[in-house]
């Protein structure tokens, strides 16, 4: 494919209701896209890179400056041919910057699909049409402020429930979910705010049949992970420690996890994410599809992705309202009997409409070889 042309634009997108981690709160997103300009028409990215360097050490300032900087450059070196599946090749001298590779990749695969008008999830190997959809809550400011969010997420019809706890904020809540909803799938998400010494504490989760838990202890300690993973009944689940197929095959064989969590961006794009799906399929372990708030383009590849058939669990693959109150995209995802359709039109399979990306555009560049 002959890319003309990329375009960096970044869009701040308000969520409906602030989101808090163990991380922070985050009440908008400050969103980098990336569209590919091609011979064959366009294809769009986004960059799932918070606005500051805490789920990872990128964020969305230095990717926008690596893409710029060191990213569009070797993808012109060969006169602009690229392939989807020669770009993490063209890049690879670029150490790290996973989510700012990730970005780029999608465009130009989106470009490339919606050329050969083939659909995303076909491409990756995908057969189902519709996918169930969880729902991650923050740490919410009271229980019964929790307990109105968790009631109003399953009367929309949401099949499974995902917190958010950090030290001061788990036994109680996940004690009182438990109790108002008694037979609900229910996981928790530490992001990383417990230390080995925690093991005990954590270990009184396990009265609540708790799907998972995922990442409780740092994103380097996979070690940590497979002590605790004696000591809890509870499944462990991996989400930043896992960075590519190979991070994720070590992490399994050493026993730190036995389901993981799957980010396109987290892992340098969707193809590595294919990868990462393949190797837990062939160790036995199921995937889920995770997610970075992301606005209708990294959505709908997030549903293609959610649709492979080791993707086993429901993933934080939410509708649109749950996040925005519009869209990036034409057609919002809406939830139906708790699932949301994959994308079925070539690349994306979305229309992204433009008004809605120039009313929230902060800024646009475009870069030519
Ligand atoms: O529904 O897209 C979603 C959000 C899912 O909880 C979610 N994401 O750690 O998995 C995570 C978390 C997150 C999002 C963390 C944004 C940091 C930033």
Known sequence: MKLHAIELRRVQMPLVRPFRTSYGVEAARDVLLVRA????GDGWGECVAGTEPRFSAEYVDGAHAVIRAHLIPRLFAAG????????????????????????????????????????LHRYLGAEQTRVPAGVSIGI?????DLLTQVDGYLAEGYLRIKLK?????????VRAVRKAFASIPLQVDANTAYTRADAGWLARLDEFGLSLIEQPLGRDDLTGHAALARILRTPI???????????????????????????????????????????????????WCGGMLETGIGRAANLALAALPNCRLPGDTSASDRYWARDLITEPFRLDDGHIKVPAGPGLGVLVDMAAVRTRTISVEEIRP
């Not at 770009?87 to 695969?109: F, N, P, Q, T």
């Not at 919410?140 to 019964?144: D, G, H, K, R, S």
């Open 237 to 287: 689940c991996l989400d930043e420690s896992i960075v590519s197929a190979s991070s994720a095959a070590q992490a399994i064989g050493m026993g730190a996890c036995t389901v993981v969590n799957i980010k396109a961006g987290r892992v340098g794009g969707y193809l590595e994410a294919r990868r990462v799906h393949d190797v837990c399929a062939a160790l036995g372990v199921p995937v």
């Open 37 to 40: 300009l091609s011979a064959d």
């Open 80 to 119: 602009g041919e690229i392939t989807a599946a020669g770009v993490a090749a063209a890049l690879r001298d670029v150490s790290g910057h996973r989510m700012a590779k990730a970005a780029v990749e999608l465009a130009v695969l989106d470009a490339e699909l919606r050329g050969h008008e083939l659909p």
């Open 140 to 144: 919410a400011a009271t229980i019964p």
């Open 165 to 173: 706890i950090q030290p001061g904020w788990d036994l109680e809540p």
